[in-house]
């Protein structure tokens, strides 16, 4: 889009989102599946590796939704400690681990007509 998005119209943001992924997953799709998983791995360890850096960030928005007076299952839903932010690079490693779905077909079907 040539003018920044208002923050405020949730549709055009998400709309926005949905179009970048599209063009995302299709450059994605080019890329060999070693280059892919690399980047997950990477993305991995750069979790593990910012760890205190990430713990602090969330510490910031924590107060921010007490300010906003959050509720208690939004706020838990917000928090990131050591369990949560292993659960992050642990995931993405497993996403790594996956076979590569890219260019297969997953169904297929003739429509009588």
Not at 9 to 14: F, H, I, K, S, Y
Not at 83 to 97: D, F, N, P, Q
Request: proline share 4%.
């Amino acid at each position: 889009m040539d003018r920044p998005l208002d923050q405020t119209d949730v549709a055009a943001l998400m709309r926005d989102i949905g179009v970048r992924a599209r063009a995302a997953s299709r450059a994605l799709a080019q890329v060999p599946a070693a280059s892919r998983n690399a980047a997950l791995m990477a993305a991995a360890a750069a979790i593990r590796d910012r760890r205190d850096e990430i713990k602090s960030a969330n510490a910031a928005d924590m107060a921010a939704g007490r300010e906003k007076n959050l509720t208690p299952a939004l706020l838990d839903r917000l928090l990131l400690d050591d369990k949560r932010i292993e659960a992050m690079a642990k995931g993405l490693e497993e996403v790594a681990a996956l076979r590569d779905p890219v260019g297969e077909i997953m169904a297929a079907w003739s429509r009588p007509n």
